[in-house]
């Protein structure tokens, strides 16, 4: 995803003069070729994040189409006051970049593991959420940011899922994909973990059970009327996640139904829950661990399927 | 500039001081000792120093000026209410329900660049305003004014050291050194000195002044930047609560408001003084 972004960005860069790109001292060696061709578009501004984010707002108001870019709970948490105040409240026009989302830096340990970036983020008034799935919604994410003018976060993966994306299919900021259809069970999935949805689905679908399948690309603003008809289609519905269940995916899912009273026959989330990710191994190793993979997931559709058969019955 | 039009500096000091005393009698807004002692420096900015113009507030060729002490907003209203850019009347509604002047700055008004109030964050600010300004050629200047409680603050000595490094010379940072930050005397809490050699020591051009002083303000200002190739620090050497005897040097008037007689006496220093 990294790469696809960076490449998207080196292809359009000239189109938008006004485009600066600061990275707080990351990116060895994928960021060459971009400084190399756009040298006054772009500026390393050292390991010191609560600058760059409040120069990026004093940039942006001067006019320029900022990106700051930087790993895990670098760009975020570590400036989180400089984006509430100084880009949030001022509308200035800064995406935000975190490369490792979830747990993607695996073995470097828990610091650099975005779990709670999703929430947080998605708390701040007019910054919209991103979290593309797969290498499509990550190039097609990245060309709307460059176009779009406020606040906004794109939080990227290591890992990716398989393609999804239809011939002629056109990337809606703001709008759920329906990469699977199905009725009886929906699993909405934000990020690379999709993949482990997919993989979920194949599984249930040979046991008779069809699975719609959703990616969450955009958290915010969350597209209600989706999820709404997911609820009433399907017998239920389960969020995946890699990230903490409070405040994410599942909680915004769970926001949004409730205020539409659109209650799904059961609900669940896949999540870290109340945990630190202090497990060291890799991205695939960590969802294993933390109950976030293709198992965990058919455990908790076969447990729910098999609570809504009982009331049922 | 406009210094004929407004009268001279002092005259704009005192009524800066005056505004605020009513702001923050009326309001119950604290901070008075700390607008009071960089009235002076807002006087001298306003009245002589910056190119700003409030029939064009936006103008792209205007200097910018950033309060990143945005606690002293107060002082901050008051001078550009004295230049034009809002009514003198509106200066009352501060605090009040539904007004635009909340206590730390708002850039809801016309003639602020930002709104402020976390401190650390203004010189930041001011460095990516300045260098876009450098990277499109522009000539204009960007200042900024700090408490020196948040140097306490890192972000400001990351903005510091990029602002050196990338040879910030359109960018002037003005310290608001009365040495008394929100509880305890600067020297209690976390010491600043040798002040001026942690500004040098991170590549800026250093000069010190007494910040009362209008004269020798102006003149450091008429000297930017003080180095070839630096951003420009200029310490002001200041006295929290300048103007009102009884406020002058004291923690308490950080977060005290001046009410009944407290106010009739600082209002009648303020009134007697030429």
């Known amino acids: 995803m990294r790469d696809t972004f960076i490449g998207v960005l080196t292809e359009l860069a000239p189109q938008h003069p006004e485009l600066l790109f600061l990275t707080a001292d990351l990116g060895f060696g994928v960021l060459n070729n971009f400084v190399a061709r756009f040298p006054r578009q772009c500026l390393n501004v050292g390991v010191a994040e609560q600058n760059m984010s409040g120069l990026a707002a004093g940039l942006a108001l001067e006019g320029h189409s900022v990106f700051t870019y930087s790993i895990g709970n670098f760009p975020t948490l570590r400036c989180l006051e400089q984006i509430r105040n100084d880009i949030c409240y001022h509308g200035a026009n800064v995406k935000i970049v975190c490369i490792g989302g979830g747990m993607s830096y695996g073995p470097v340990g828990f610091s650099h593991h975005a779990t709670e970036d999703l929430a947080i983020m998605r708390s701040l008034p007019g910054m919209e959420v991103i979290a593309p799935c797969d290498l499509w919604e990550t190039a097609e994410a990245t060309r709307y940011l460059l176009t779009h003018n406020g606040p906004a976060y794109l939080r990227l993966d290591k890992s990716t899922a398989p393609a999804t994306v239809l011939p002629g299919e056109a990337f809606q900021p703001g709008r759920i994909r329906v990469v699977r259809r199905g009725s009886d069970v929906t699993l909405a999935a934000t990020g690379g973990i999709l993949a482990e949805a997919l993989l979920a689905a194949d599984a249930l679908a040979e046991l008779g059970t069809e699975c719609r399948v959703l990616s969450v690309h955009t958290i915010k603003p969350l597209d209600a009327e989706t999820l709404a008809a997911a609820a009433r289609e399907t017998g239920g519905i389960i969020s995946i996640e890699e990230h903490a269940v409070d405040g994410g995916l599942g909680g915004a899912i769970a926001e949004s139904l409730m205020e539409a009273g659109a209650l799904p026959g059961f609900f669940a989330r896949v999540g870290l829950r109340n945990t630190f990710s202090s497990v060291i191994g890799s991205q695939n190793y960590l969802r294993k661990v933390y109950s976030l993979d293709c198992a965990a997931i058919l455990r908790t559709v076969t447990s729910k399927l098999g609570i809504a058969a009982g009331v049922a019955s | ?274």
């Open chain 2, 1 to 274: 500039m406009n210094v004929h039009a407004i009268g001279d500096t002092q005259s704009l000091a005192r009524r800066i001081r005056i505004h605020a005393l009513r702001m923050t009698c009326e309001g119950g807004g604290a901070h008075i000792g700390a607008i009071f002692s960089c009235a002076d420096i807002l006087a001298v900015l306003y009245g002589d120093t910056l190119n700003v113009d409030p029939a064009e507030p936006e103008n792209p060729a205007r200097d910018r000026f950033v309060l990143s002490k945005g606690h002293a907003g107060g002082g901050l209203y008051a001078v550009l209410a004295e230049r034009g850019f809002f009514s003198v009347e509106k200066l009352l509604t501060h605090y009040q329900d539904g007004t635009d002047l909340s206590g730390h700055v708002s850039h809801k008004l016309p003639g602020i660049e930002v709104s402020t109030g976390a401190l650390g964050h203004g010189l930041s600010i001011v460095a990516g305003m300045a260098y876009a300004g450098k990277l499109r050629g522009a000539g204009h200047r960007v200042f900024c004014l700090l408490s020196d409680g948040e140097c306490d603050e890192g972000s400001t000595w990351e903005a510091a050291l990029f602002a050196a490094h990338h040879g910030l010379t359109n960018l002037v940072a003005i310290v608001d050194y009365n040495r008394i930050q929100g509880i305890a005397p600067v020297s209690e809490v976390l010491e600043l000195e040798p002040f001026v050699d942690k500004w040098t020591a991170f590549g800026w051009a250093v000069r010190e002044v007494d910040g009362h002083d209008h004269e020798a303000l102006r003149a450091a200002f008429e000297h930017l930047p003080f180095a070839a190739g630096k951003p420009s620090c200029l310490i002001a050497h200041t006295t929290k609560g300048k103007g009102v005897s009884f406020m002058e040097n004291t923690v308490l008037w950080h977060y005290r408001v001046p009410r009944g007689a407290e106010f009739d006496a600082a209002f009648a220093e303020l009134e007697g003084k030429p």
